[in-house]
């Protein structure tokens, strides 16, 4: 997508979207990724442009703000262009400024001033072969440093298809992966995460180097139990409903830990990257608790003293959350990648339960119970990769609250199965 020197209406046309584009301008017409350079497009540029000279950026030419109809022509007439104008009058869609692009200069400034008098509306030519704009004094001085060596190379960091994807079709492999890589920067709160459980796993070693023993580093179930395990005789009996939430941060021994952290931070980039970073976070925590409640409800409903802890509720639950991601985002998400994502979740999820019912420390529960829950919260807070219109706050909060209410009661519900 990096701009180069037109030689054709359509390159032109995608220069000055490139140009737009970058001085803060954003679609406001219907485009996709096959037509958008051949087919009339409108941007709107703000009324303000950001001066960009402490972020090393070219600052912005005086450009006149308002709807921006760029309209790719390779041998209009005057009738032509007067024609055209007349339609958008009489459908009340003039715009602030009509960027005709031709491939020669074909109509002069004279008439081209005429028909803007007219009309009352900007009217600037640009052309491929001369590399020249004119017509509005403005607009084609500003239009006019297209064609600079600078300006081009500055161009190189935007992509069009970024912002079309928005209105037109993503269901291009080559566009999601591209939206999906420029979306949010890195996966902050995956690492974050991991530290914690870092964090938590050397103060537990810490605080009692003597409980911390055995070929793989393991903890013993008194440290386990007084740093925030998932202990149902507590949880329950004493009221401490907040272990469900410690234990996902806590683990058994080295292993544990490795395994967990390995898979968060496989699955995670992604994740976070689909869902982006706050809503990641949510959904880890939810599935977390969710993965806390199953296991207070199945595996410790008859063993109150028996300690559940790990993150792996979570990690299923962000298994999940990409299943249902790519679910209830079918229709935008492209078919190879839909394959991709459902084929790894399942394969995923089948393996790693199997492997779970072949040994009983391991609480399968906890996974399902993660799974369940961060499937729920992936199809209620997916989105539509940037920059799509993204979900409302209200309409996250009350996405975020309903799932509190549900595991709310099933948390009710798992504490009633518990036999002291």
């Not at 979207?17 to 540029?45: C, I, M």
């Not at 329950?236 to 490795?258: D, K, P, Q, S, Y």
Request: net charge neutral; aromatic share 8%; glycine share 8%.
């Amino acid at each position: 997508m990096s701009p180069t020197m037109p030689t054709t209406t359509a390159e032109t046309s995608a220069l000055v979207q490139h140009f737009l584009l970058y001085h803060g301008a954003r679609y406001v017409s219907r485009a996709s990724e096959d037509n958008w350079k051949r087919v009339p497009v409108t941007l709107q540029v703000p009324p303000l442009n950001v001066d960009d000279a402490d972020t090393g950026r070219l600052p912005p030419p005086p450009l006149p703000p308002g709807a921006w109809l760029v309209l790719p022509w390779d041998a209009p007439s005057y009738e032509h262009v007067e024609a055209w104008l007349q339609r958008l009058a009489d459908a009340r869609m003039m715009p602030t400024v009509f960027v005709l692009v031709l491939l020669t200069p074909v109509l002069r400034e004279a008439p081209l001033m005429q028909l803007a008098r007219q009309f009352g509306v900007r009217i600037v030519a640009v052309s491929a072969i001369d590399a020249m704009a004119y017509g509005d004094p403005t607009a084609a001085a500003a239009l006019q440093t297209l064609f600079q060596p600078q300006q081009l190379q500055a161009l190189n960091n935007i992509n069009p298809l970024d912002h079309l994807a928005a209105l037109g079709d993503p269901r291009n492999p080559d566009v999601f992966f591209e939206r999906l890589r420029r979306t949010g920067r890195g996966s902050p709160v995956t690492i974050a995460l991991i530290a914690v459980n870092l964090l938590v796993f050397v103060a537990m070693m810490v605080m009692r180097p003597d409980a911390f023993s055995g070929f793989l580093g393991e903890f013993d179930g008194k440290q386990l139990a007084a740093t925030g395990a998932n202990i149902a005789a507590l949880t329950v009996g004493a009221n401490e409903a907040w272990r469900l939430l410690t234990c996902t941060f806590m683990h058994a021994n080295l292993l544990h830990i490795g395994m967990n952290m390995w898979v968060l931070k496989s699955v995670g980039d992604t994740a976070e990257r689909l869902f982006g970073s706050a809503m990641f976070g949510v959904l880890y925590l939810l599935a977390g608790l969710g993965g806390s409640i199953a296991s207070l409800g199945w595996t410790l409903a008859d063993s109150p003293q028996l300690p559940s802890l790990g993150a792996s509720g979570a990690v299923f639950g962000l298994i999940g959350g990409l299943l249902g991601f790519a679910l209830s985002r079918r229709g935008s998400v492209p078919a190879q990648v839909f394959r991709g994502l459902t084929r790894s979740a399942l394969m995923f999820t089948v393996v790693n339960v199997a492997f779970g019912l072949s040994f009983p420390m391991i609480d399968n529960a906890a996974h399902i119970g993660g799974l369940v829950v961060g499937f729920a919260s992936g199809v209620v807070l997916s989105r539509d990769l940037p920059p799509a219109p993204q979900p409302s706050r209200i309409r996250r909060a009350a996405a975020v609250s309903a799932c509190l209410v549900v595991l709310g009661i099933a948390f009710q519900f798992a504490s009633s199965l518990v036999r002291m």
